[in-house]
């Protein structure tokens, strides 16, 4: 006989500990739901009634769809595009800059779906800088050329490494977390960073690659992780729980990430 304790919940909102796993990305995050909570209305353009927790959280949740983005496709590669002399001051230029270099390399790759993603940096003296990550070894000439440098005027240097600064024997995953690690610091930036054009986004992927999720309910936190351990086939590496945190104000909340 099933355990009643492990079966889904009869509805998206029922009472219970809830968590959206990401098998592709190798992790899952989630909280206790005391009732059926009504669902947000987002107004664009109104403020929110606390600013800096909502700066918080939407940096929060910027990151973790970056990370899970960068897992699922094993983007371990972590590189940098830059402008020549003073630089690109125009965020709409530079996607329209970056959008041709992607279709770019992806025709000198063969023309297959490519997965990447990129986040446009400030800098001090020579404007926007653009990092991106990629899931396979490309030869520095073929992004040299895709770029433009030495064609097209003002392209700039161009930089590209595998993530490292990991224990030997680190899986795929590991290093994309770090590739990951890398790029969400500019995406944090861009919370602090009052240039942002309205309407432009904080990075950008190659679409039709986003992990999908699935949905578990338990009654308690410790089958939750019952649960995503049956279907990962293992324990997690690395786990997070709310207890943890003294300062805490949300309901009771885990997350786990699997090698």
């Known amino acids: 006989m099933q355990d009643p304790s492990r079966s889904f919940a009869p509805s998206p ?55 899970r983005y960068c897992v699922a496709n094993g983007l371990n590669r972590f590189g940098t595009l830059t402008y020549d002399g003073t630089g690109c001051h125009s965020p709409r230029q530079v ?4 959008g041709g270099f992607f279709r770019e390399l992806r025709e000198r790759l063969g023309g297959k779906p490519l997965p990447y993603v990129w986040v446009p940096e400030w800098h001090k003296a020579h404007g ?18 895709a770029w433009g440098r030495g064609v097209i005027p003002g392209r700039g240097f161009i930089h590209i490494k595998l993530a490292s600064d990991l224990p030997v024997g680190s899986m795929t995953r590991e290093e994309s977390r770090r590739a990951a690690g890398y790029l969400s610091k500019y995406v944090a930036k861009s919370f602090e960073d009052g240039r ?14 986003q ?3 699935t949905r578990l309910w338990a009654r308690s936190s410790d089958d939750l992780l019952a649960q995503a351990c049956d279907v990962m086939g ?25 090698a």
Do not use: C, N, T
């Open 234 to 258: 293992a324990r997690p590496i690395r786990s997070w729980s709310s207890a943890q945190a003294e300062e805490w104000q949300g309901p009771p909340a885990v997350w786990f990430a699997w």
């Open 128 to 145: 926007l800088h653009l990092h991106f990550a990629l899931g396979r070894f490309v030869h520095r000439s073929l992004i040299e050329a």
């Open 211 to 213: 992990p999908v999720g």
């Open 95 to 98: 996607r329209q800059d970056v």
């Open 13 to 67: 909102g029922a009472a219970g500990w809830w968590l959206s796993l990401y098998p592709q990305a190798g992790e899952g995050g989630g909280s206790f739901v005391y009732q059926r909570q009504i669902p947000r209305v987002y107004v664009p353009g109104q403020p929110a009634k606390d600013p800096e927790r909502a700066r918080v959280e939407a940096g929060r949740r910027a990151r973790s769809k970056l990370r």
């Open 196 to 209: 942002r054009v309205r309407g432009l986004h904080r990075y950008e992927v190659a679409q039709g690659f």
